[in-house]
């Protein structure tokens, strides 16, 4: 992933790229996301996406023709990623902050997918009002990853917001998730391993059951950092522990996987 063009600077359209001239606001760039020409407005005084959604591109999965829903988009990478990288048919992105959805707008205008993805906005908890039940094949979250609690510095920062379970709980966002998908859909989300209890547990108790996970080390010798888990809806007993993904060889460089697959 590399950083663009910086804030004032326009896109032109072009044979080359595809890309369509978006104007750019104060302190907001385009970063290259090394995919099809692809190109994501972020602001790095809000929340800048992270390996993590890279990697949870690359982790989950909707089938040809299928319909995808990602809970907490941000600024639209998961779907803006996941529509190059799949053969879905329509992707949705659901975001909570006003900013953050104007820039996922935005990105989607300049990347020309408009009739692809839709970026609304809303709150997380209150899924079911915004859509119809059993609506996707394939839900996808890179939620907040510490519990929400006192002594959070600037709460109501959007770092805060996608750091904490501020504005949503783990607990929300599987039972949003489990509204929205079909019987046998798949739901696909990073989060820390220590944190693996409270997911398997609330994904049960929403007849999500865990089917596949991969942990990620930052080295092999290292404890994980991160982990990718899919579930399906009405799915029976059965997980698979997939071989581990390292981020970095004894070199210090990116390993195979990381550069050629994800593009680092």
Do not use: W
């Amino acid at each position: 992933m590399k950083t663009g063009k910086e804030t004032g600077e326009r896109s032109i359209k072009t044979a080359e790229t595809g890309l369509f001239p978006v104007e750019l606001k104060e302190g907001e760039r385009f970063d290259d996301l090394q995919r099809n020409g692809y190109e994501i407005i972020q602001n790095k005084e809000r929340f800048c996406f992270g390996m993590d959604a890279v990697l949870l591109s690359g982790f989950a999965g909707v089938k040809k023709g299928g319909k995808l829903i990602d809970l907490g988009t941000g600024t639209g990478i998961l779907p803006i990623l996941l529509s190059a990288k799949t053969g879905g048919s329509h992707f949705t992105g659901l975001e909570i902050q006003k900013e953050s959805v104007d820039m996922a707008r935005r990105s989607v205008i300049h990347n020309g997918l408009t009739d692809r993805i839709d970026i609304i906005e809303g709150d997380i908890r209150e899924a079911d009002r915004l859509f119809c039940s059993a609506s996707f094949d394939t839900v996808v979250s890179n939620p907040p990853y510490m519990p929400g609690g006192s002594g959070i510095p600037n709460p109501d920062s959007p770092k805060a917001v996608a750091r904490h379970e501020i504005l949503c709980s783990l607990s929300d966002v599987v039972k949003a998730a489990a509204f929205l998908l079909k019987e046998g859909g798949s739901f696909c989300l990073v989060h820390r391993p220590y944190r693996l209890p409270d997911i398997f547990g609330e994904m049960r108790d929403h007849h999500i059951e865990p089917k596949r996970m991969r942990l990620v080390y930052p080295y092999i010798d290292k404890r994980p950092s991160m982990v990718l888990i899919e579930g399906r809806k009405g799915g029976k007993p059965e997980l698979i522990c997939e071989e581990p993904l390292v981020i970095y060889g004894e070199d210090g460089k990116y390993t195979e996987e990381i550069r050629e697959r994800y593009g680092y």
